[in-house]
């Protein structure tokens, strides 16, 4: 399933994915504990978060933060 930014603030699991208003993706896989953070189309992982922790995506439309959660979700919300 795949949110857009009218969607946040949302909890995603790694089957879905937010698309920012400029096309932006944001999507992650679980590694253990961790989350893999995938920006964009990229192939690899741009950041691993574990939980509680978080990383700021700036996109031309402006900043957005993406939280590890405890549970197999990562919270996308604007900054």
Known sequence: MNFTEA???????????????DGTTIRFETNGEA????????????????PDCDYLVE?????FKVTAQFED???????
């Open 7 to 21: 969607d946040l603030p949302i909890a995603i699991n790694h089957e879905q994915m937010v698309t920012l208003g």
């Open 35 to 50: 989350k893999d953070i995938y920006i964009g189309d990229a192939f690899d992982p741009t950041i691993q978060l574990f």
């Open 59 to 63: 996109t031309p439309g402006g900043a």
């Open 73 to 79: 979700t990562v919270l996308v919300q604007k900054a």
